[in-house]
């Protein structure tokens, strides 16, 4: 069945944030030949508008929020959350820098209880992140977003993926996340059907390659 061959998260989300923490200031020179080019296609697809609100799950250095923050314009309004306080320093110096700050609104927390009112926002977007959470938890992040989007308001999630089948890569990814948690913590998850066991209708789906990787990018709607 479909979520019991996920490979597990084994590791704490205290572990989570101190590893986040350490790396938060080197993590764009690893992670943008990986993550970025994906992020970014997400966002043209999840197509943000001014004056929207919008929300970033796990944003990380806040490359994808400062983008966020110059779509919505002076009119709209943007949320981000992230477990890490070292991530949210580093992304409070780059949109200060950008002159964006007075548009958004950071919070170190948990996505799993999400600390914003019922149908509060138009878009949400979580990029590299949804696959981090250990897979019980992934209906109840998904469920928390549905939650504080509006009525037709959209998510889009750009992951790792086994939605594309088994390849020699992929099982070779699942046995080092498997035997290094701490240090691969990513892994492989079916995107699409999690969404849609979460009751969003799908609007789009693209399948890429991530050095080699199958990955997805889903865009959803709160129907």
Known sequence: MKGQDISPVSRTKEEARRCYDRISRVYDYF???????YAQMT???LSIQEGETVLEIGFGTGHCLERIAQSIGQSGRAC???ISPGMLEVTRRRLSKAGLMDRVTLHCGDAA?????DNTFDAAFISFTLELFDTPEIPRVLAEVKRVLKAGGRLGVVSMSRENGQSKLLRLY??????WPRYIDCRPIYLEQSLKNAGYEIKSKTKVRLLGLPGEIVIGMKA
């Not at 992670?31 to 080019?37: G, L, Y």
């Not at 209880?113 to 009112?117: A, G, K, M, Q, V």
């Not at 699942?174 to 035997?179: D, I, N, S």
């Open 113 to 117: 209880n999400l600390p914003y009112e």
């Open 31 to 37: 992670a943008a030949p990986f993550e970025r080019k």
């Open 80 to 82: 981000g959350i992230d």
């Open 174 to 179: 699942e046995w080092a996340h498997c035997k």
């Open 43 to 45: 966002l043209e697809r």
